[in-house]
């Protein structure tokens, strides 16, 4: 496969151009202005790791070139929760101990979100995400972004794969689904 060909600079281009897409989309403000979306650092993790999620969940699906991609992908995720834990003044020692703790945050919430997107089942896919990214029980809070993450999903899994081998990926609008397509 092509990705397997890239030089390893060629890969790291794509790595940081598809990531810095992730993160631009997730620290969207229109998810915090308007569809409540915690604006702290605990609140920018958790959506930071549902975009994560709906991209290697779509890398995945393309075999084994995807699922490689996918991995580098969350290892350049991991890095920069590293870095962020260093700037924000964490100490060398307690740093590995809190990777630990976002490495069992990141496989809880992925868990959680994997069976309602692939089932397209809005409403738990709206319960996981109060709980996990809102901090609340209340699952109609959180059913714009499930609409969102829903969308989403299937706009990702539109994009032909050579796509996200140059570096590309494409969202969903922000609070548009397809019922307001209409």
């Not at 496969?1 to 060629?10: C, I, L, N, V």
């Not at 075999?63 to 929760?81: I, K, S």
């Not at 706009?155 to 570096?167: C, T, Y």
């Amino acid at each position: 496969m092509f990705w397997f060909k890239k030089t390893d600079s060629g890969r790291r281009k794509t790595i940081e151009r598809l990531y810095g897409a992730i993160v631009a989309q997730a620290r969207a403000p229109v998810f915090y202005r308007d569809l409540a979306v915690p604006d702290t650092v605990e609140g920018r993790f958790d959506f930071l790791v549902l975009h994560m999620h709906l991209v290697n969940e779509r890398l995945v699906r393309a075999g084994e070139a995807g699922a490689a991609l996918g991995q580098e992908l969350l290892d350049r995720f991991f890095e920069d929760m590293d870095a962020s834990l260093r700037e924000i003044g964490i100490g060398d020692l307690a740093v590995p101990k809190k990777m630990r703790t976002l490495a069992e945050a990141y496989l809880g919430r992925t868990a959680s979100y994997a069976p309602a997107i692939a089932g397209g089942d809005e409403a738990a896919l709206s319960a996981a995400i109060a709980r996990n990214i809102l901090g609340t029980e209340d699952a109609g809070k959180a059913a714009p972004l499930a609409a969102y993450a829903i969308e989403t999903a299937g706009v990702l899994g539109l994009q032909p794969f050579d796509q996200f081998l140059e570096g590309r990926v494409e969202f969903s609008a922000p609070g548009r689904t397809n019922a307001d397509a209409g």
